[in-house]
């Protein structure tokens, strides 16, 4: 559904207010937000340094597409204040943090909650940047259905690698299909939760609204 700019609010009254309020969170104009959010970016700028020494090509493309969404707020408004909240940044950066700072791995699931939180960011960046809009249970499908997408792109881009450059990112179709029920999992967790959220925000909007029109 095509909206006009950025500052006129939803253009359809079908669209809730709420979600416009809700994706504009995705991006706060806090110092102290963006100081601990550029902390977390500058250890994904070491991670992606470490990689391209290491020619480490999974990595380095995961985290170097990472850094671009992530960059994607402070280059369009101009300001190294407006960022991601740390909070879902830590969540989308969780397996680069943890390579990052203890050299170390988390498990599958944690993987691709990080990605279904990177699928959150990328849906509200459409929303935010583009000419898309959408209520808050299409926006809950699309978190899904991106996370979704995102765990097939991966999967493509790293049988790719095994058949173009020698490497061994995929081993079984077991391993793949059980790596598939994991993000299929977290795609949903985290297309429930927005959904959640929304739905809270909402309501509270609903609230302070009718508080403003009983005086």
């Known amino acids: ?73 402070p280059v369009v408004f101009r300001s190294w204040r407006t960022m991601l909240p740390w909070e879902l940044l830590c ?28 699928a959150l960011v990328v849906v509200g960046e459409l929303h935010t940047f583009t000419s898309l809009a959408v209520t808050h249970w299409f926006a809950a499908v699309l978190v899904v259905l991106v996370t979704l997408a995102s765990g097939a792109v991966w999967a493509v881009f790293r049988w790719t690698a095994d058949q173009h450059f020698g490497t061994a990112y995929l081993t079984t179709n077991h391993a ?5 029920v994991w993000v299929t999992l977290a795609g949903l967790a985290a297309g429930v939760l927005f959904a959640l959220a929304l739905r809270r925000r909402t309501r509270w909007l609903r609230r302070a609204t009718s508080r403003v029109t009983e005086r």
């Open 1 to 73: 559904m095509a909206r006009g700019s950025r500052g006129d609010g939803p253009l359809d009254p079908d669209i809730p207010a709420a979600v416009d309020d809700a994706f504009a969170f995705l991006f706060r104009n806090s110092t102290v937000n963006a100081v601990i959010a550029w902390l977390t970016v500058a250890v994904l700028g070491g991670v992606v340094l470490d990689s391209a020494l290491d020619v480490d090509l999974r990595w380095l493309v995961f985290t170097g597409a990472v850094g671009v969404i992530v960059a994607v707020p």
């Open 91 to 118: 969540v989308g950066l969780l397996p680069i943090l943890v390579r990052g700072l203890f050299g170390g791995t988390v498990g599958t699931f944690a993987v691709y909650v990080s990605l279904a939180a990177v």
């Open 176 to 180: 793949l299909m059980t790596e598939f």
